[in-house]
């Protein structure tokens, strides 16, 4: 029987996704562009904003001429004339005059703040008392203070959110070079797994991991592909893993990674032209089944059958690859400290992730590990989040502080 001649480190693991090449790049419409990965620097064809603009209705001014003004001894200005939205004020203020201008006016030259106007009071048509001082530089936006032409405002490998939309939209970009989602393919293996169509008979059970994974990849920014389920049998998985190479530029096939009789995985990848076994077996809890091959450069998986174990892996092993596949600086997750509730023990010699529930205490949370078996789907649906155990510690005492790293 093949045993797990070469476990590797997840370090080492990890390490090697850089050895895979990203996705092509596309340009998409800007309305298309969000959760899409940038694939290049994009600088602003303008100043952002382009003039010096009120950020109150009021009057523009000289700061200066406002100084020491207050309501027993108000300034008193000239109106020079009023800013029209979306107009070049064709005047400029001399020293001693405002003009009526609207949030987002641009201020006349000569012009250095804004007074608001529930600072002020119109004495005639020509006249108005400024009750507050303002300094230069006050209640306005000036020119370029968001960015100014030709700097790089996002770079390549910016995930896209709804603000980079919107800087996206205010320097010009009506279409974005973005890396392609990468396809993944997904196959499920086991004589006794059965599509969710299937009322499973004895001994039979529903095909969990097609669903989860799918889901996952979905999350992670790539497409997935499920190709369905082959079974046990000798050169049962072969066409759909040709299948999946031929089309996806990822595979992932869940069970049948470890090592027994009829675990078919790792044959079915040995026997692919040019395929090179880089991993089989992870120093990780759940998780350790693990294949990684490289076939025609792409990575081919083989994760755990066990549902919660499929889920870890792809979380913490798989996922990296597919967001450095697809041009992602962004990694890692959003992590919160909290205070475990109980002993948990570790082996030395692998690193374990330990599903957590997360409990509100105080300003903080309770970090209580969830027990179960891997094959368990309910312990992925109440964890909040993982703990990770190095493996060098052989456990983790109640009430010490730990890190989760939170699950989506
Ligand atoms: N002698 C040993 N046996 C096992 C070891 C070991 O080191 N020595 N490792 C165990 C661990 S840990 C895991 S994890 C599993 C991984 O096994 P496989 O990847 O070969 O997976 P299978 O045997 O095919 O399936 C395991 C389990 O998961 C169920 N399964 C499979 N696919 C699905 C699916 N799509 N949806 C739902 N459930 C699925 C399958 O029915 C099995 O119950 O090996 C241990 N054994
Ligand atoms: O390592 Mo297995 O993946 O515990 O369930």
């Known amino acids: 029987m093949t045993g797990f001649f070469n476990v590797s480190d997840l370090h080492t693991v990890l390490a090697l996704a850089e050895t895979f090449p990203a ?11 969000l959760t899409r990965i940038l694939a290049e620097d994009v600088s602003s064809d303008i100043d952002i904003p382009g003039f010096d603009r009120a950020t109150m209705d009021g009057y523009a001014v000289r700061g200066a001429d406002t100084f020491g003004a207050s309501d027993a001894a108000p300034a008193w200005l000239r109106i020079a004339g009023t800013v029209g939205m979306g107009e070049e004020p ?38 108005i008392e400024v009750y507050r001082s303002v300094a230069p530089g006050h209640h306005l936006i000036t020119r370029g203070e968001d960015f100014s032409k030709g700097r790089v405002i996002l770079t390549a490998g910016t995930p896209i959110g709804a603000a980079e939309t919107g800087l996206l939209a205010a320097s010009g970009c009506q279409s974005v ?19 969710v169509t299937e009322t499973p008979k004895m001994a039979e059970i529903r095909d969990v991991n097609t669903h989860t994974l799918s889901a996952m990849v979905t999350e992670a920014g790539g497409v997935a592909l499920p190709l ?7 050169g049962d998985l072969e066409p759909l893993l040709a299948e999946a190479l031929a089309s996806c530029d990822t595979v992932l096939i869940s069970g049948g990674s470890s ?8 044959t079915a990848m040995e026997g692919l032209e040019g395929s090179e ?3 089989h ?17 792409k990575p081919v998986w083989g994760l755990p059958g066990h549902v919660a174990s499929a889920m870890v892996v792809f979380e913490v092993v798989v996922r990296p690859f597919l967001l450095a596949a697809s041009g992602s600086e962004a990694t890692d ?43 368990l789907i309910h312990t992925m649906v109440h964890a909040d989040g993982l703990i990770r155990i190095e493996k060098d510690t052989e456990g983790l005492y109640s009430d010490s502080q730990v890190t989760v790293r939170l699950l989506p």
């Not at 092509?24 to 309305?31: A, D, G, Q």
């Not at 005059?97 to 250095?112: F, N, R």
């Open 281 to 297: 077996g992870i120093a990780i809890s759940p998780g350790k089944p693990t294949i990684l091959a490289r076939v025609g450069g």
């Open 90 to 127: 064709a005047f400029s203020l001399s020293q001693g005059e405002a003009a009526a201008i609207s949030t987002g006016g641009m201020l006349p030259q000569g012009a250095d703040a804004v007074v608001m106007v529930e600072h002020t009071d119109r004495v005639d048509e020509e006249t």
């Open 23 to 33: 996705t092509e790049v596309e340009k998409v419409p800007l309305s298309a562009a």
């Open 277 to 279: 076994v880089l991993v």
């Open 333 to 375: 997750r959003p992590k919160v400290p909290a205070r475990l509730s109980r002993n948990i023990a570790s082996a030395q010699g692998r690193t374990d992730f330990v599903r957590t529930r997360l409990v509100p205490e105080g300003e903080g949370y309770i970090a209580e590990p969830l027990p179960g078996k891997s094959g």
């Open 177 to 195: 070079a973005v890396f392609k989602r990468p396809l993944v393919g997904i196959i499920s293996t086991g004589d006794e797994v059965v599509p």
């Open 228 to 234: 369905g389920i082959a079974g046990d049998g000798e």
């Open 259 to 266: 090592v027994g009789m009829r675990d078919r995985t790792l």
